[in-house]
């Protein structure tokens, strides 16, 4: 159970330790305050929030963010190829995939990586969170499309994250 004077105190020392390499002056003032701002700030700001699930392999996350930092590289020059490359017909397509993460930090953890590789966008959540709305833009097999999604993201998202519905 966590104090109400001290909701988040990850965030709290995250803060306070910004504040002073922001200030670049190490001083008892700027400590003190550094340390208010720390307590002050994720009490005003506690109800916009969302709680973070526990990782349950911090080993597989990190593989995990590698893989995602090359899809996003591969991806990039894919859409490069494609958008500099000789004329083609591109079929872009919105594409319903349905999901089984039911944690709001896992959720927007997952729009944020497809969001962040070229060439997809994610562009809409049903309210129930069992369907994502992507937009791709150039998307030859769907069905391929959504089981990469599926295998690739939210699989190990799954593993990593206790988040999965039952």
């Known amino acids: 159970m966590k104090a109400r004077w001290l909701p988040n105190p990850a965030l709290s020392l995250m803060l306070a330790l910004l504040w002073l390499l922001l200030n670049n002056t190490p001083s008892l003032g700027h400590l003190l305050l550094g340390l208010f701002l720390g307590w002050v700030i994720p009490l005003l700001v506690r ?5 973070v699930p526990a ?3 911090p080993l597989r996350l990190c ?9 996003i590289l591969r991806a990039n020059l894919t859409v490069a190829r494609l958008v500099l490359g000789p004329a083609r017909n591109l079929q872009p397509a919105f594409i319903e995939v349905p999901m089984l993460i039911e944690n709001e930090f896992v959720l927007s953890v997952l ?8 060439g997809t966008v994610s562009s809409g959540l049903s309210s129930d969170h ?5 937009h791709a833009l150039d ?10 999604i599926k295998t ?5 998202l ?3 994250f206790q988040c999965s519905r039952t």
């Open 139 to 148: 998307a030859p097999d769907i069905e391929a499309l959504v089981a990469e």
């Open 47 to 51: 109800g916009f929030l969302v709680e």
């Open 55 to 57: 990782v349950r392999s």
């Open 111 to 118: 729009t944020s990586i497809i969001s962040l590789t070229p």
């Open 130 to 134: 069992k369907m994502l709305l992507l």
């Open 152 to 156: 690739r993201y939210e699989a190990p």
């Open 158 to 160: 799954l593993e990593i």
């Open 63 to 71: 593989a995990f963010m590698l893989m995602v930092f090359y899809d």
